[in-house]
């Protein structure tokens, strides 16, 4: 038995992944593909480009959703800090973990109100809003103060361009062992560069189809 796999959470993420496969959004209509792959690499116009998006959950996928649960579950995680909430997906699955690991943290960091204000009511839903701290803002300032002294676990889903920025934030914090999963970081090479580079204080490497896992040092 776990929270992940029984009732409320199981169903709840069954529902939740069902409406964000329905959700549309007419304003990223107006983006042509080459301009959204530009945003999407751009560190000054994310907030233009997750204004557009505001109505689209972007999940991470099933499959990733059950590896993060799997991944701080088999790292004890206590301390978890995600950059990126949207409609809370990826929030439930971790919050699972830490609810079977016996309690803990997780903060997470959204920017836009109506975003937030959804993914606390799904938390509510499934059971696990006392163990979130849902900081509404830009995550370049909602994540640059009262940290965890040990963070064991982040996963980074945010505006892909400030990976980098994101993981500078955090990286005096993580412990050695500590695990960082990054959603679609191909759009952030100098992140890819980072986190890969021989003695830079991380093992990583690319993991499943659209993850990037690195382990930090000790
Ligand atoms: C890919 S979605 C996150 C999906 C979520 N992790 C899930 O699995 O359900 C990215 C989210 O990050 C938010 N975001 C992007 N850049 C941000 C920033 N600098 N600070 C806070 N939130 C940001 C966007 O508004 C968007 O909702």
New binding site residues.
């Given amino acids: 038995m776990t929270t992940l796999t029984t009732a409320p959470m199981a169903p709840l993420l069954d529902r939740l992944f069902q409406e ?1 496969d329905a959700a549309t959004s007419p304003a990223i209509g107006v983006l042509t593909r080459d301009e959204r792959e530009r945003l999407m690499r751009s560190k000054t116009e ?2 233009g480009l ?1 204004r557009l ?2 109505d689209l ?4 996928s099933r499959e ?2 059950v590896l993060l649960y799997m991944l701080a579950r088999s790292s004890a995680a206590r301390n978890i800090v ?10 439930l699955h971790l919050a699972a973990a830490l609810r079977d690991n016996g309690g803990g943290r997780l903060i997470t ?4 109100p109506s ?1 937030v204000a959804r993914a606390r009511r799904h938390l509510s839903e499934g059971g696990v809003i006392d163990l979130v701290d849902i900081r509404e ?4 300032k ?1 994540l640059n103060a009262d940290l965890p002294d040990a963070i064991d676990l982040v ?1 980074l ?3 892909k361009s ?1 990976y980098p920025e994101i993981l500078g934030l955090l990286e005096s914090r993580l412990r050695p062992g500590a695990l960082i999963v990054a ?2 970081a191909d759009y952030c090479p100098d992140y890819l560069e980072r986190v890969r580079k021989p003695g830079g204080g991380y093992l990583s490497v690319p993991f499943a189809e659209d993850v990037e896992l690195s382990l930090r040092l000790g």
């Avoid at 959950?57 to 991470?60: A, D, G, K, R």
């Avoid at 995600?82 to 929030?91: L, N």
């Avoid at 803002?137 to 370049?140: Q, S």
């Fill in positions: 964000a994310y907030l997750y998006m505001k959950w972007l999940p991470v990733t959703g995600e950059f990126g909430t949207s409609f809370g997906i990826s929030t960091s959204e920017f836009e975003k803002g830009d995550a370049l909602t996963l889903d945010g505006a400030l959603d679609n």
